[in-house]
């Protein structure tokens, strides 16, 4: 699997931004799949992952109620809609998959990532 994150940008406190992971390959539909983000200087964070189906979600504390994560399995694409942007929300956003495991918070397991997106958000 293939993964191309798209969507970011500069935004002000308060705005809105929706990022955008397509897949390549037949078998995105039986990935499990999230988002993680890495501020300069920091370690790789946990944002949120969903399941193969999109029934079963999962957040960070720190984005729980602003951030939404979906999937749309025919069109191979993970979505990430981001509202109410602080600038501690700043940082590169990267999409992962994992054919077996659902919902892990911790980066390493992770097989296949994305190239990232860069997220600014401006106070």
């Known amino acids: 699997v293939q993964l191309q994150a798209s969507g970011g940008g500069l935004v002000q406190a308060g705005g809105s931004l929706r990022l955008s992971c397509a897949a390549s390959?037949?078998?995105?539909?039986?990935?499990?799949m999230a988002w993680f983000r890495q501020a300069p200087g920091k370690e790789r964070e946990f944002v949120a992952a969903i399941s193969r189906s999109g029934g079963g979600t999962s957040y960070a504390d720190s984005v729980k109620g602003r951030f939404t994560i979906s999937r749309d399995n025919a069109a191979n694409t993970v979505y990430l809609q981001m509202n109410s942007l602080k600038p501690e929300d700043t940082a590169v956003y990267y999409c992962?998959?994992?054919?077996?495991?659902?919902?892990?918070?911790?980066?390493?397991?992770?097989?296949?990532w994305g190239q990232g997106t860069q997220v600014t958000v401006s106070s």
């Open positions: 992962a998959a994992d054919q077996a495991r659902w919902g892990m918070r911790a980066p390493g397991p992770y097989d296949y």
């Open positions: 390959g037949r078998t995105f539909s039986s990935n499990y």
